[in-house]
């Protein structure tokens, strides 16, 4: 039986289909999209505490984050594995102990060869507020003059998530799934650190070059609040 639609909507039709495809809006089921606004910390440090205030990036992946902590029910994953936020999955999530677990377990702290305890101070608003985390460190007064932080949040949802940081005396770094960690100078001479912020600013550069181009198509599929995110199955 010859098909009802004409040819040349077919033909139409098939480039759109392309045209969706190669701007990513026609993803692939199971597949994440973590190219929405980026997670952001920053670090300070007097004596010999060390603070950690985290942002998560966008309100779905708090959303995604409390289903891969079990705070969620999986019915919340739609059936090409896309989640949506919800009112009251932020205030979920930051009450959580289990949030508190996790960051403590991925941002790590050390100094002069020792891991610092961490405990979380507050947890507020997760994308405008943020969790603030206090790390105590050996060394006496004044302190270490250099940590170690290591920073593995999201990326065991999907190796793509990155992380801006910024840190003492305009310092910046960018974390990612193959670079986790970074050396912050906390005092020392202005030649050190002028010269470890000028390192991370060309890190710094390099990921939003990556960000910039490969989220294109990412950029056009996500909204502030309403965005898909989709998580491969853990």
Known sequence: MPS???????????LVTLCLVALGLAAPPASAHPFGDPQTLELTADSDEVRVRWHVGMADDVTALAL??????QDR???????LYQDGDDDLLAASPSLSDYLLDRLVVTAQGTRCPGEVVSAGDLVDEGVLLSFRCPGGVPGPTAVDLEVRTLTDLHPAYRTLASG????RAVYDGDHPDHTWTLEGSPGE????AGSATLQLG?????LVGGGVGGALYVRRRGRRTEVSPG
Do not use: I, K, Y
């Open 206 to 210: 390099s990921a939003l070059v990556f």
């Open 68 to 73: 891969h902590l079990g705070l969620l029910p």
């Open 77 to 83: 994953v739609m059936l090409d594995g896309a989640v």
């Open 193 to 196: 650190t002028s010269s470890a």
């Open 168 to 171: 003492p005396c305009g310092q």
């Open 4 to 14: 009802l639609v004409p040819a040349h909507v077919r033909r139409a039709l098939g």
